[in-house]
Each structure stands twice: as C-alpha cells, then as structure tokens.
C-alpha cells in the first residue's frame, strides 16, 4: 500500500522544517568559557561536558575516585546519576551507565585540585549539585563568556 509513503515524507518535511542547526563553540570560546567557570561551583562540569563530553549526570557523579592513573595516562571512570534520586548507575536507558575515557594530563590535575575536598559538581554545602544547579551554573558561566547559550546536550558535542 502506497499511503504511507506520502505520510512519511511529510514528517520527514516537517522534521526538516525545525531541524536546529547547532553552532558549538570554537576552541577560543570553549578556554573563555573554561576561564569564566573558574571562580563558579559550576567549573568542574564546563570542564567535563566541554572536555570530556560527559553528560550533565554523569558530570555530578565525577569525584577524584573516579580518576585512575594508568600506565597509558589518566583514566575518568564515568557513571551515570539518577536524576530523581541521586543515586549512581541504577536502571538507565542505555546499557553504557559505566564507562572509562582517557582524558589529557593537565585536565586529570584539575580534577584532582577540584575534588580534593568531595564531589566535582557542589553546592556552597559542599554536597553533590543537582541538575538543575549545575545547568544553571554553566549557563551564567556562558553569559559571563559572553557566548551564545548553548544547552547543556549541545555543550558536549
């Protein structure tokens, strides 16, 4: 039956129509985003959705033991948080909660001088950062850049 064809292409029009086109952020403007995130609580996630391309969960989870130091360089251990519950891993949508990425030296040192005291991601309290606090965290960093806003998704690719 041919009917759905014609369906189909209209969607595919439709999806066209919306279709977004991202313009991420070039190198300048990722180190004048890095640079702005410094002095935030938001720093240590710039530096791991922009760097690394870990998600907004995933960047909550980072804390020093998820850093391995390896005979091939530094190691992250990435996990996934809960957004509900702030528990990490759980059921996910994907099978790939836990994954280990390389990642550069000095950024390796960075993480280790961000969470010396707890977790990566905080509050003033010193305690995990939800998602919400962490999202609007480098959205100011980005105005502060003065860069356009990307979201948070955007941020990582």
């Known amino acids: ?3 759905a064809r014609p369906i189909v292409a209209k969607r595919v029009k439709k999806l066209a129509e919306k279709a977004k086109v991202i313009e991420p952020h070039s190198p300048g403007e990722m180190y004048r985003l890095l640079v702005a995130s410094r002095e935030t609580r938001a720093h240590g996630g710039v530096l ?5 391309g870990l998600s907004i969960n995933e960047a909550r989870a980072v804390d020093a033991e998820n850093l391995r130091i390896l005979r091939e360089g530094p190691m992250l251990e ?35 001088r961000i969470a010396r005291t707890g977790p990566l991601c905080r509050t003033r309290a010193g305690k995990r950062s939800g998602e919400q606090s962490l999202s609007d965290g480098v959205l100011l960093a980005q105005h502060r850049a003065g860069l356009p806003a990307l979201t948070n998704h955007e941020l990582r690719h």
């Not at 790939?96 to 960075?110: D, F, G, Q, S, Y």
């Open 78 to 112: 990435a996990q996934t948080i809960m957004k509900r519950t702030g528990e990490r891993s759980g059921k996910m949508k994907t099978k790939n909660r836990n994954r280990t990425l390389p990642i550069h030296k000095e950024m390796a040192e960075e993480i280790v």
């Open 48 to 52: 791991l959705m922009c760097f690394a």
């Open 1 to 3: 039956d041919g009917r």
